[in-house]
């Protein structure tokens, strides 16, 4: 499809599991997003990636957390040793923006929900 | 810190009347502003925005006013319909990155 695509849409971790997030954006889109929802929150910005460049990895929330885009295109987030508190829907998002302002409207995919057991 | 905050978790309006969503933020150097509208089981849709260098963008039914002194903006959509029912989010840009509030879940009753 056109828009933006996460895999898994679900994944029940045990505590201490790695997990790994996929993240297919609208082709074409240079700027890519992570976000984590918690139940009745709204989403909490991760980390951006213009191109492959992460330019900002300031909302991870402990070095646990790694986000990598290597070709510009898909982008991975793992977790290492997942804790019950990370527990949360993780969405992508993406956006045409090249300025390497965020100026414009993101484009979400429907999110991963990751539980941890 | 929670820059972005939407204080009323849920709104009930009757269909035909306006239903009104309001944000609070808190950074002075925010200056793009957006709402999003969220269905169960998908990613937050982009619905509308304005640039701190306005007060008011509209587009059919929804409205958002923008009071820069006052760093709140709200949502106006006027009829109100059934399918208008969704979470929506505030959120609230510096160039930067984008921050979202907790989110109001409106219901429109028919």
């Known amino acids: 499809g056109a828009g933006v695509s996460q895999s898994p849409r679900y994944k029940v971790a045990k505590r201490g599991q790695d997990v790994a997030l996929r993240c297919d954006p609208i082709s074409g889109h240079v700027s890519l997003f992570w976000y984590q929802q918690a139940l009745g929150q709204g989403p909490e910005f991760l980390t951006y990636f213009q191109n492959e460049a992460q330019l900002d990895k300031s909302g991870l929330p402990s070095d646990r957390f790694f986000a990598e885009r290597p070709e510009g295109s898909v982008s991975t987030l793992k977790i290492q040793r997942t804790q019950q508190e990370d527990s949360a829907v993780y969405l992508c998002?993406?956006?045409?923006?090249?300025?390497?302002?965020?100026?414009?409207?993101?484009?979400f995919g429907e999110g991963s929900r990751l539980t941890v057991l | 810190d929670q820059q972005v905050k939407q204080n009323s978790p849920s709104l009930s309006v009757q269909e035909g009347r306006i239903s009104i969503l309001n944000c609070d933020y808190t950074?002075?150097?925010?200056?793009?502003f957006l709402w999003y509208k969220k269905y169960p089981a998908e990613g937050p849709t982009f619905l509308i925005s304005?640039?701190?260098?306005?007060d008011k963008n509209e587009d059919g039914r929804f409205t958002v006013f923008l009071n820069k002194s006052a760093k709140h903006l709200s949502l106006h959509i006027v009829p109100s319909q059934p399918g208008d029912s969704a979470v929506y989010f505030c959120a609230a840009s510096d160039g930067n990155d984008m921050r979202f509030g907790a989110g109001t879940r409106l219901t429109v009753k028919p």
């Open positions: 950074n002075s150097m925010f200056d793009y």
């Open positions: 998002a993406s956006s045409p923006s090249s300025s390497g302002l965020v100026t414009g409207e993101l484009f």
């Open positions: 304005i640039s701190s260098i306005k």
